[in-house]
């Protein structure tokens, strides 16, 4: 059971990298504050929607995975 989590914690975590990587950069970064910011508050489309739930989605199971698998409760 124990090694059946950690892969699947493992594969969240690997899944987590992926998925934050495939988000669009939202600014210009520390140089966008200076110029006008109109752009840093726009709506985000369809698909940039569905990868924020996705990768939330995974964050939790990871951390929850991590909680679980460190706190020794499934010995």
């Given at each position: 059971m124990?090694?059946?989590?950690?892969?699947?914690?493992?594969?969240?975590g690997v899944l987590l990298i992926l998925f934050v990587l495939l988000h669009s950069p939202k600014?210009?970064?520390?140089?966008?504050l200076a110029?006008?910011?109109?752009?840093?508050?726009?709506s985000a489309s369809s698909?940039?929607?569905?990868?924020?739930?996705?990768?939330w989605?995974?964050?939790?199971?990871?951390?929850?995975l991590s909680i679980i698998l460190s706190a020794g409760w499934l010995k």
């Open positions: 124990i090694s059946v989590l950690t892969w699947l914690w493992v594969a969240s600014g210009d970064g520390m140089g966008g110029a006008s910011g109109s752009s840093m508050f726009t698909a940039e929607s569905t990868l924020n739930r996705i990768t989605t995974c964050l939790c199971i990871f951390l929850s």
